[in-house]
């Protein structure tokens, strides 16, 4: 028979879930202490908006959809891409929103995985060091509250490497086959491929120390001095100087290095861009950067930036690591009780519930395999509740009430 439900994600068990939730109810709560609203884009959007837009998602990578009219649409392929031209449309600037959504992509390499969950956020506002900056510290923000052990935040520029690069004059195809190897920082094979073309020595000497181009900031910067070609160059490396300044004003410079050979996949970058790595997974758990012109395409100039969680990745991270605190019981309270005692003990339920505990509620003498933090037992001769090995007797519901409240001073 064949297979009904293309599942190609992992962690689909009722547990994995409630893992999930709770990784997704943090980074919520961090995105939302930066000032970012919550919104969706619609799951099917129009082959078009991606097909007629340079600089957006390889279009063999996309899954298309034939709607009954017989037009093509896709199954979103990116978030970044849709939001853009909701701000665009709306020409609404200073705008700070973030998102928790399926992706849905399938490259040649990763055939089998073609949807991904990526929670992230959207910033439209000024080119400065001072946004830059911010929404980097949200990214080490939140990768903080994850306590992900040596996590750190490769800092690049899509522009500097594109204005050594105008030097050399190259073919597209020329241009690809550098960036591939500059990105998998094959040394020998970058000089080889440089010897065969004609290009200025300064040029290929720059070229060829990209990929070195990494570590402490300070160093990348100084050691970047030495191979500025033109003016272009030397001003992108004095704002990527600047945001580290204000980086070091939130106490970050820690968590960051400096990669200039680092490239990302989308090509609408147009300035900083960046990756975060954490122990144990080799792929990064995030990726973002600042995409000044991708509004244009849509009729307005809205400069942006921003950055998306690869949530799939980040669980894998978590849980390699076990590094997901706080593996709550599965309720905060078990009430057994005995047939006759039935509606005391389901209006107390009810009760409970009402006040946001999470209760369940057995007969005495059922078999329960459920972990709680309290139990309250409603016996024919008496009502009693436990906590911590903590016994309390109770004669009605404002009596349980208030041993609740004190045992919750302590850690309910
Ligand atoms: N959309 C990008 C991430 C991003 C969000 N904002 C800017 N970049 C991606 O899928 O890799």
């Known amino acids: 028979m064949p297979p009904y439900i293309v599942d190609t994600n992992n962690g689909t068990s009722v ?140 800092i690049g520029h899509a522009g500097f490497f594109k204005a050594l690069i105008a030097e050399a004059s190259l073919s597209q195809t020329e241009m690809d086959q550098l960036l591939a190897l500059i990105q998998s920082k094959n040394i020998a094979e970058i000089e080889l491929f440089l010897s065969e073309l004609s290009i200025n020595n300064d040029v290929k000497r720059a070229i060829q120390s990209i990929p070195m181009l990494y570590g402490n900031p300070t160093d990348v910067i100084r050691q970047a001095e030495e191979i500025i070609l033109n003016e272009e160059m030397q001003l992108l490396l004095e704002n990527l100087r600047e945001v580290y300044e204000v980086l070091k004003n939130y106490g970050a410079e820690d968590s960051i290095v400096f990669n200039l050979g680092l490239i990302n996949h989308m090509n609408y970058y147009s300035g900083i861009i960046f990756q975060g790595f954490a122990d144990s997974v080799g792929k990064p758990v995030l990726m973002g950067g600042r995409y000044d012109n991708l509004g244009k395409q849509y009729g307005a100039a809205v400069p942006a930036i921003g950055f998306a969680f690869d949530v799939d990745l980040l669980l894998h991270a978590l849980t390699r690591q076990e590094a997901f605190p706080d593996q709550a019981p599965s309720a905060d309270m078990i009430i057994y009780y005995e047939k006759e005692k039935q509606k005391n003990a389901l209006t107390t339920a009810f009760r409970l519930r009402s006040e946001g505990y999470q209760v369940l509620t057995f007969l005495t003498g059922t078999t329960n395999t459920i972990d709680s933090k309290s139990a309250i037992h409603y016996e024919n001769n008496q009502n009693v509740l436990i906590h911590n090995n903590e016994k309390r007797t109770f004669t009605n519901f404002t009596e349980l009430y208030e041993n609740i409240l004190q045992f919750g001073k302590g850690d309910m």
């Not at 978030?79 to 709306?90: L, Q």
């Open 15 to 154: 547990e994995d879930f409630q893992i999930r939730e709770k990784l997704l109810a943090k980074l919520k709560k961090r995105f939302t202490t930066y000032g970012y609203k919550q919104i969706r884009t619609s799951t099917f959007e129009y082959y078009d908006m991606y097909s007629t837009v340079k600089g957006t998602v390889n279009k063999d990578d996309m899954i298309k959809v034939i709607d009954s009219s017989g037009k093509v649409l896709v199954l979103r392929p990116d978030v970044t891409i849709p939001i853009t031209r909701m701000a665009a449309v709306s020409k609404q600037d200073s705008l700070r929103l973030f998102y928790v959504l399926d992706i849905f992509r399938q490259s040649i390499e990763q055939a089998d995985t073609k949807e991904n969950t990526q929670a992230g956020i959207e910033y439209f506002g000024e080119n400065t060091s001072e946004n830059n900056a911010e929404v980097l510290m949200l990214a080490i923000h939140t990768l903080k509250d994850l306590k992900l052990p040596n996590f750190k935040i490769e």
